[in-house]
């Protein structure tokens, strides 16, 4: 482009007398444009009338009208009736009269409008009406004739609007070329790659051909369509750029000089493999009987072989598990900080600090200050990270995907909890007792169990014991416990104990054959954490191994000092280490594809997960065992033997050997 010098001035303007520039460079007859400008006013009012185009489709959206200046309008225009009528459609009010069109002026000054007055006027936007007593349109109810109402200043028009057209039929799916899928990180150029790609699918579609030439039916049956071999080709090329970027290049060339010398025979194998795998994999008939784990070991021997996997139980007590018995000075601190205290304690749920009455307040009996509690019952955690995405995650609560920081709660509760976790206090509550010895025959060689706690006004308390017998998984003892202190909450979300199973249970009767049915059992019930905690002492021996999962909040439930703990969280430990854990259900999920604790909101099953705990024993036993036997060792009468040293005579490694388990 150059800039205006003047040069056309006096050149006429070829576009003349039509030329629509504002600013031309040429020269106009001004004379012969204004005569055209008062002859184009001078039409008849028809001429302004709006001609509405009965092709555009409504979904154009609204179209503008030139604007007229304000002034003149109001001056001159006292009235704008609008009328239209359908070329080849009769219109439903045609029989009305004619409205009247006098009092449009059709003569106006040549300086009260401005020039561009005289161009054609853009329709007003395509609305209907609504019928409102059927809450249709009346396009919907005309399907060749639709009437259209529009109103401007004082009066009204009706016009016919073309039928509304049929739905469209829904796309099909796009079809995919020999245009190669975009990666994240391309392995080389594209150009390089569709080249490649090319000469892949150029191979592939010559043995197609082949198939398709064949006289076999199973084999013709195998030949894909044009599509279907672009798609093959692409998948191919694609999952050769992602699992071997660095060879990319030399992988996709074998494969095509392997596509050009193989014969007919190798190709339809190839692709009958390929359409087995694609098809869907019938469904696994879940049954609730788990899947038998072979360890390599009889049962005698499995419980022989737990104590080797008992915890070191140095260290442990930073991390929730107590080893030792309070002395009398620490509970005697214990004690004067408790009195001070006046019962105010902080929320386990809220943090809200709130006050605790046991035995309740005299003037209300009220066993609880502070109103209700709202909270969130699940963990806050961080959505996992998708490929490519750099943007910060905010941490969000798994029960109501509410952002922390966001929302109080999702779930309100009639009292504020608390939980107690200083040994100490724990002590002043109910004393920790040591694992006694027993005189007993025929007890189990290992026990697995697992404890279910509510909140009381002394703290989380125990209000469900079981024990299951290693490893066949055999009940031995399910019973209600009654707490000490008065309930708060049952945290039957967790805990599965609902009242109804309280109002059920039936007083303890020690001659009952403990139930192993898939039903929920009527449980029994004693009176006391003692009681039940004397219960399981009559199960175990100080030698005896006891297994369960993050054993430090049952062991402290039912406050008891025991020398053989057999700990999943300690045996499938968290790559970063505690107090980071894995929890049963993920563990289970993980290693033998089995969902347990799947009740929701009815709580968790302390049987299932007592035996779902030496399940996972089980596992790490044969996982152990087939590691020893490559490295030489042997088992006898229960009994296990390290590898004979070099030149030492068989009699000498039982010797030394003997008794060592």
């Not at 010559?206 to 044009?226: F, Y």
């Not at 302390?606 to 060792?633: C, F, P, T």
């Amino acid at each position: 482009m150059f800039s205006s010098l003047g040069l056309f001035k006096n050149t006429p303007c070829p576009e003349q007398p039509h030329c629509s520039f504002k600013y031309c460079l040429f020269a106009h007859d001004r004379s012969q444009e204004q005569g055209d400008h008062a002859a184009g006013l001078s039409r008849p009012a028809e001429a302004h009338l709006l001609e509405i185009d009965d092709n555009v489709n409504e979904s154009d959206g609204p179209r503008k009208r030139r604007r007229i200046d304000a002034e003149a309008t109001n001056n001159d225009i006292s009235q704008f009736t609008l009328v239209t009528a359908s070329k080849t459609l009769k219109s439903p009010i045609a029989d009305q009269p004619e409205p009247d069109t006098s009092a449009v002026q059709t003569k106006i000054p040549e300086d009260a409008l401005p020039r561009t007055a005289s161009r054609k006027i853009s329709p007003p936007p395509r609305r209907l009406a609504k019928d409102t007593s059927t809450k249709r349109t009346v396009a919907e109810n005309a399907p060749t004739t639709q009437v259209r109402a529009v109103q401007y200043g004082k009066g009204s028009i009706q016009s016919p609007a073309p039928a509304r057209k049929a739905s469209a039929p829904k796309a099909k799916a796009s079809e995919e070329s020999l245009n190669p899928r975009m990666l994240l990180n391309p392995p080389v150029s594209h150009p390089i790659r569709t080249k490649l790609l090319t000469l892949l699918w150029v191979e592939m579609a010559r043995l197609n051909e082949e198939v398709k030439k064949t006289k076999d039916r199973p084999e013709v049956s195998l030949a894909l369509s044009d599509q279907e071999l672009i798609v093959e080709a692409l998948d191919e090329e694609s999952q050769m750029a992602k699992k071997n970027p660095t060879v990319y290049q030399n992988v996709i060339k074998s494969r095509i000089m392997v596509l050009r010398k193989m014969k007919l025979s190798v190709w339809t194998e190839e692709r009958t493999k390929k359409k087995a795998q694609r098809q869907p994999a019938p469904e696994k008939q879940k049954l609730n009987v788990p899947e038998a784990i072979d360890t390599g070991l009889t049962p005698a021997e499995e419980i022989a072989f737990v104590p080797r996997l008992a915890a070191v139980q140095e260290g442990l007590s930073k991390h929730g598990y107590i080893t030792t018995k309070p002395t009398a000075a620490e509970l005697e601190v214990a004690m004067k900080g408790v009195e001070s205290a006046q019962g105010w304690e902080l929320c386990d749920r809220c943090k809200t600090r709130f006050q605790v009455f046991p035995g309740r307040r005299g003037e209300d009996g009220a066993l609880t200050s502070g109103g209700n509690c709202t909270y969130h019952w699940a963990r806050a955690r961080r959505p996992e990270s998708v490929k490519g995405d750099t943007k910060p995650r905010d941490l969000k609560y798994a029960c109501c995907d509410e952002t922390v920081g966001v929302s109080a709660g999702c779930t309100k509760s009639d009292t504020h909890v608390f939980k107690i976790s200083d040994p100490k206090r724990l002590a002043l509550v109910m004393p920790f007792q040591l694992t006694p010895t027993s005189d007993r025959t025929g007890l189990p060689g290992a026990v697995c169990f697992d404890c279910e706690m509510g909140y009381t006004t002394l703290g989380l308390e125990l209000i469900r014991l079981t024990a299951t017998a290693f490893p066949d998984g055999r009940p031995l003892l399910d019973v209600l416990v009654r707490p000490l202190g008065e309930i708060l909450d049952l945290n039957s979300r967790f805990s599965g104990v609902w009242p109804e199973d309280w109002e059920k249970a039936t007083p303890l009767d020690e001659d009952a054959v403990q139930s192993d049915t898939d039903t929920a059992p009527i449980l029994q019930i004693v009176e006391s954490p003692v009681a039940a905690r004397e219960l399981l002492f009559r199960l175990l021996t100080p030698e005896t191994p006891l297994i369960g999962h993050a054993l430090e909040n049952d062991l402290n439930a039912v406050r008891i000092l025991h020398p053989v703990i057999v700990d999943t969280c300690l045996l499938y430990a968290h790559p970063r280490g505690l107090p980071i854990r894995y929890g049963l259900k993920v563990l289970m999920k993980k290693h033998f594809d089995r969902d347990i604790q799947m009740g929701g909101d009815q709580g968790h099953d302390s049987k299932e997960d007592a035996r779902a705990a030496g399940d996972l024993v089980r596992r790490r036993i044969g996982k152990m065992w087939e590691q020893m036997k490559l490295e030489g060792w042997s088992v006898r009468d229960g009994e296990f033997y390290p590898p004979l040293p070099p030149g030492a005579p068989i009699d000498h490694k039982l010797s030394l050997s003997k008794g060592a388990g």
